[in-house]
């Protein structure tokens, strides 16, 4: 084995990715929500597993934003967008049932106002 297949092989053994597949996705009020849910799932397994989280790979079959919501999603891209928070898990936790709400720190949070209603469809 070459001193490149080893340094791959170590490389890729001590980082988890993960990716997910929405099939319908409502763009304004799911992605966020689907997207930090499992970016924090792969920290959590990743931590348990001993590894690095590594790259959440999203795919989207069909992403939509409905008619109703076109105007905050216009006044949404119009505003200027803040740097991403940091979120951390309590290092302590090693049994993935052992996280709880407490064990997540998010740091530097910033956001804009959200001046419309949200109209969603049951």
């Known amino acids: 084995m070459s001193k490149a297949d080893e340094l791959?092989?170590?490389?890729?053994?001590?980082?988890l990715g993960n990716g997910f597949y929405d099939t319908d996705l409502d763009m304004l009020t799911a992605n966020n929500w689907n997207v930090c849910q499992y970016a924090m799932l792969l920290m959590m397994m990743?931590?348990?597993a001993g590894l690095?989280?590594?790259?959440?790979?999203h795919v989207i079959a069909d992403c939509h934003i409905y008619d109703r919501h076109i105007p905050a999603v216009k006044a949404m891209l119009e505003k200027e967008g803040y740097p991403a928070p940091k979120v951390t898990l309590d290092a302590s936790i090693t049994d993935f049932y052992g996280f709880t709400k407490d064990s997540f720190r998010v740091e530097n949070y910033q956001f804009h106002p959200f001046d419309f209603e949200n109209p969603i469809a049951i």
């Not at 690095?52 to 790979?57: I, M, N, R, T």
Request: glycine share 6%; proline share 0%.
């Open 52 to 57: 690095k989280a590594g790259e959440l790979v």
């Open 46 to 48: 990743a931590q348990v």
């Open 8 to 15: 791959y092989r170590a490389t890729c053994l001590d980082i």
